[in-house]
């Protein structure tokens, strides 16, 4: 069974990437935004490092709400095409359980695959221009502990200066980011068996991350309430970064999208017990 499912998914992480049309369109995305982004650091006229620029990257709520997220749906998109094929494929796996298993990994491992794409077309980019060090400039934490709106401009705080070296600070973020788009691509494939239509999954996405982002920005929700928001918990900069809540806050945002997770896959797996996958093509025999 378990090399079933290794197997589908490995079939469909490879249809996954090997579209050159998607992978060329997500590199010349990344790469615009990687270059505008040096254009506005270039204002600061500090000795950012690799790590720094990494960080200001990926702990930008808009890059997150409208480049990554779309661009990782992108990537996904065929993972909701279903297609008449997709009962030879339950057949193929055995169950469906083992054909949503399958899909659900390949979901997480294009999460993995298209951060350190993305990390990694930013080393490339940047590694010319910022240096290698593993070292917070001393004017950034100068800066970070008199002026604020530096702080905001730059994706850091001080308190993250002190708590985190630039690479501490870099895989962390990428692990949220990669938890946070684990979340959206299973929302994606859930709404697009229940639409079956790409472009309504595609759509509904984007305005529930869009909806997360003005209610992050507005503050519309109470204290205790916030927290909740998906795009605050992608964020490294959002947490709490003092001796008493730093490790209570990161750790809570990763349990919480470990929580939706868990809850997704299982919302996922009892609709797709129940449904049809093709209008035309009845696979219910497939259980």
Known sequence: ?????????????????????????????????????????????LNFSIYN??????NNPLNVTFIFTTCFLLLIIDLGNFKSNEAFCILRCGSRLNWYISKVLCIGISAV??????????????????????????????????????????????ELLVAFSPLKSVIVSIGLLTLYLIVVGLLNFIINAIAKNNAVGFLSVEVIIFLSLIIYKKELLYNNLIKFILIKNALLQEHTFNNINFLSTLLFSFLYFLMIVI?????????????????????????
């Open 263 to 287: 809850i997704l896959k299982f919302i996922g797996f009892a609709l797709f017990k129940r449904i049809d996958l093709d209008n035309k093509t009845k696979i219910d025999s497939y259980k």
């Open 113 to 158: 695959f298209f951060n350190l794409l993305v990390v990694f077309l930013i080393f490339i980019s940047g590694i010319m221009k910022f240096s290698i060090k593993n070292s917070w400039d001393s004017n950034i934490v100068l800066l970070s502990s008199t002026d604020h709106n530096f702080n905001i401009a730059l994706n850091i705080s001080k």
């Open 1 to 45: 069974m378990h090399n079933t499912i290794i197997n589908s998914t490995i079939q469909s992480f490879k249809a996954t990437i090997l579209n050159k049309i998607r992978i060329r369109i997500i590199i010349l995305t990344m790469v615009i935004l990687i270059l505008y982004s040096i254009t506005n650091i270039n204002k600061f006229g």
């Open 53 to 58: 620029f990494v960080i200001f990257i990926l």
